[in-house]
């Protein structure tokens, strides 16, 4: 049970996930958070990343799935990089520049190596990492394209928060033993009936993960039965065909009197 427990808190984030996408927390809600324990606050969005070439031209763009994160980030699990050094280190402002990690596939999109810089908004970012496992990546299985995690510092540089943007603000919070996830649950929804966030406990922590697995078999089951009914079609078809081929000799062998195992 603590394993399970534990999974969920890893790949939620957290014991509660409270997201916003009317903007921000204030003061009031983070103190409410911070109440019942540690909080990690991150943003994400989708955007595009571009390279540029010696003449300011761009040479290559990908759709990315963008993440601010903060210091706290992450509260359960590990972030495992390619590159060694830790997660601030990597994401920090160097000489002016802010640092990024990406996905794999983000390096092949663009030809760009560790050490180079890309371009998200306005902001120029250089590639100090990459990322092989994120631990609350299965929160959100489907996604648009290559994940860009910088420091919550960086995203202002990048000019994408503007009135309008479709970005969503994430709130994990690690419980201190105080109140449960639920009890936490309803202290907030209490204290801001109208916040207009959404909030997610242990339980569920996979359930996207679980309605697709759902869908899944729900096709696999339709595509069997879909199967075998067209199969049981055939086979009636044949069964028929070779009777009626047989229709003559069944009733002669009838009437000159033969038993039904000789028919």
């Given at each position: ?115 180079e ?31 860009v ?81 067209t ?9 028929s ?5 047989r ?11 033969a ?5």
């Amino acid at each position: 049970e603590f394993r399970r427990v534990l999974f969920r808190s890893t790949i939620l984030g957290g014991d509660l996930q409270a997201r916003l996408s009317n903007g921000p927390a204030d003061e009031p809600k983070l103190a409410a958070m911070r109440q019942a324990g540690e909080v990690s606050y991150q943003v994400q969005m989708r955007s595009m990343a571009r390279t540029e070439g010696a003449d300011e031209t761009v040479s290559a763009r990908s759709l990315v799935e963008l993440k601010a994160v903060d210091g706290a980030f992450p509260l359960y699990g590990d972030l495992e990089l390619e590159t060694p050094g830790t997660l601030a280190d990597l994401l920090a402002q160097r000489d002016g520049v802010w640092g990024a990690v990406i996905d794999p596939s983000l390096l092949v999109r663009l030809k760009v190596n560790v050490g180079e810089r890309i371009k998200i908004g306005d902001a120029s970012l250089q590639v100090r990492g990459v990322v092989t496992k994120e631990p609350d990546r299965l929160v959100t299985p489907t996604t648009s394209g290559p994940r860009v995690l910088i420091a919550t510092e960086a995203l202002p540089a990048t000019d994408l928060v503007q009135t309008g943007s479709f970005l969503t603000h994430v709130y994990n919070i690690r419980l201190n033993g105080t109140e449960t996830a639920e009890a936490l649950r309803a202290r907030l929804m209490k204290q801001f009936p109208d916040a207009g966030w959404r909030l997610r406990g242990l339980s569920q922590a996979a359930q996207g993960i679980e309605n697709f697995l759902d869908n899944v078999t729900l096709f696999l089951t339709l595509v069997g039965m879909t199967a075998l009914l067209t199969g049981g079609i055939g086979v009636a078809n044949a069964v028929s065909a070779y009777l009626n081929g047989r229709m003559t000799t069944i009733a002669t062998l009838k009437c000159l009197g033969a038993p039904a195992h000789t028919v």
